[in-house]
């Protein structure tokens, strides 16, 4: 497949249709009206990733995150990681994913918790930004890597759009290479769509880029606790199977197949 096929599938696998909808009548809120929704409320539903909310709070502690930053959020699904930077940091967000579905839902999600007027979205790919060199104070990525097989493109568009000494961070989750890893998993049905590059081509293709003091902060940090409590209820966004999806993709982390990666770096 070319980059635009292989495109076109991973937008397809993000596109699920009448969002927005669908989380309110999980949460028992059809009704309700713009700002009414606390933000809290929809994290079960829009941190669409293997950490949860804990995980985006340990991207903006390693990023070191300073209130009112500019923000590019880089594959942003429905715009959980944007919401809670534009809450907790005041930050101003520009946010551009591959589904045009998840475009249109993380909008309409905004208005519900009162925060459109501090992020905006668009359709787009992470390998082609349309934005002005220099425009941001950070670049964020969560869990877009696996699905985006050229990297080194994807890595020059986040060096070019920071501004000198802006901070680049990002969640991989990375193939040891120690053994086949099992499919389904969250964010590819088939290895077809997946790119889940080893930690160490990973690290070294963001040092080929250009970026300096490149740290994988999960690398010598204690493993997370297994998942407790409810499941998330990402089914709406993320479609059918997550059972599934999500046990291979724990399984394969706990015996070391997958690496989870917490990454940052500095464009010079």
């Known amino acids: 497949m070319d980059h635009a096929e292989i495109e076109n599938k991973v937008a397809a696998h993000y596109g699920a249709s009448d969002l927005t909808r669908r ?13 009414s929704v606390p933000l809290e409320v ?21 990023a070191q995150v300073h209130h009112g930053a500019s923000v590019l959020d880089a594959g942003s699904g429905i715009g959980g990681a944007s919401r809670w930077l534009a809450h907790h940091f005041g930050c101003v967000v520009e946010a551009i994913d591959l589904s045009a579905e998840f475009v ?27 934005y002005e060199s220099g425009s941001f104070d950070l670049v964020w990525s969560q869990n877009v890597t696996m699905n985006v097989p050229d990297k080194a493109a994807m890595f ?29 998993l969250p964010w590819a049905m088939t290895a077809e769509t997946s790119f889940a590059t080893s930690p160490d081509a990973f690290l070294q293709g963001l ?27 990402d089914t709406p966004a993320m479609g059918s199977g997550m059972d599934e999806r999500r046990n291979n993709n724990t399984t394969a982390i706990g015996d070391g197949r997958i690496v989870p990666m917490l990454v940052t770096a500095i464009r010079k």
Do not use: C, W
């Not at 839902?105 to 992020?119: H, K, M, P, S």
């Not at 501004?163 to 099992?182: C, K």
């Not at 250009?210 to 940090?221: E, L, S």
């Open 42 to 62: 929809l994290f079960p539903f829009d941190q669409l990733h293997h950490g949860g909310v804990r995980l985006t709070q340990s991207m903006a502690d390693a």
């Open 23 to 35: 989380i309110l009548e999980e949460l028992g809120l059809s009704d309700a009206q713009p700002g």
């Open 207 to 233: 040092t080929e880029a250009g970026f300096a003091d490149v740290t994988d902060h999960a690398k010598n940090a204690p493993p997370p606790p297994p998942p407790s409590g409810p499941a998330p209820k």
């Open 156 to 184: 020059a568009e986040a060096y070019r759009v920071l501004r000198p000494g802006g901070t680049y961070v990002l969640t991989h989750l990375g193939e040891s290479g120690s053994a086949p890893v099992d499919y389904p």
């Open 104 to 130: 249109k839902t993380a909008a309409e999600l905004d208005v519900l918790v009162g925060l459109e007027d501090r992020i905006s979205h668009r359709v787009g790919s992470v390998t082609n930004l349309p």
